[in-house]
């Protein structure tokens, strides 16, 4: 069974620029969450969707957004990127939202912008 | 809000000894769910044990153990028998029960040494 994937696995940017990354959760999964992994610190939770519905925002400015699609996958854009963007972003997925349903975190894009 | 502390930044063990990587939260929450992650080299986040708040016993898998103390708001991991494959970045993790969103620690580096 396929895990969750994400893509890209790296990139660059420069700043200003915008930027997509894309998660597949693994399938049957209906949940989708975002977290930035600053380098040395732990993840931050950025976003989560559930049936395509946003249903958690964490602490982030307004030119992070995301959507979740029909058949679950996900993306999270970020605009006018700062320096301060560079970091992992991981997504997990889970079969549905509650705490005692496991996440399951893809590899993460590693994002720089220069 | 719900805060997640790791107060040990690494930890370095002998291939076959035992560590212990200390954990402490805050939170208003009666029901929740605490977690620790394994973060190798090649970033994905793996889950290495859960522990619900409302169980008393603590939770054991294989050489990965907790030692839960609900009132001291203390969650401690403790790897037996340490293997070279436990090298990595350890994060303890918070969730309610009624959501996924995840606050994670900043991170234990562990270090296995034959």
Request: positive net charge; aromatic residues 12%.
């Amino acid at each position: 069974d396929a895990g969750v994937t994400q893509s890209p696995t790296h990139l660059i940017k420069t700043r200003g620029q915008h930027v997509t990354l894309r998660c597949s959760p693994i399938s049957g999964h209906k949940s989708v969450s975002w977290y930035q992994q600053v380098l040395g610190q732990g993840p931050q939770f950025i976003f989560q969707y559930y049936e395509k519905e946003e249903r958690g925002r964490g602490n982030f400015p307004d030119r992070f957004s995301a959507r979740q699609f029909p058949n679950y996958s996900s993306e999270l854009n970020v605009n006018a990127l700062l320096l301060g963007d560079s970091a992992l972003y991981l997504c997990a997925s889970s079969l549905v939202i509650g705490g005692n349903t496991e996440a399951f975190f893809g590899q993460g894009t590693r994002l720089t912008v220069v | 809000a719900q805060t997640v502390t790791q107060s040990q930044p690494e930890m370095s063990v002998q291939e076959a000894e035992t560590v212990t990587l200390s954990c402490t939260y805050d939170t208003s929450e009666n029901n929740y769910y605490l977690f620790w992650y394994k973060q190798p080299p090649s970033r994905q986040m793996i889950l290495v044990i859960r522990q619900e708040a409302y169980k008393q016993q603590n939770a054991t898998e294989n050489r990965f153990s907790v030692n839960f103390q609900k009132a001291a708001k203390s969650f401690s991991l403790k790897i037996s028998d340490s293997q070279l494959g436990d090298t990595a970045m350890y994060f303890c993790a918070f969730t309610a029960a009624a959501g996924n969103k995840l606050t994670f620690g900043g991170g234990t580096r562990v270090l296995v040494k034959p």
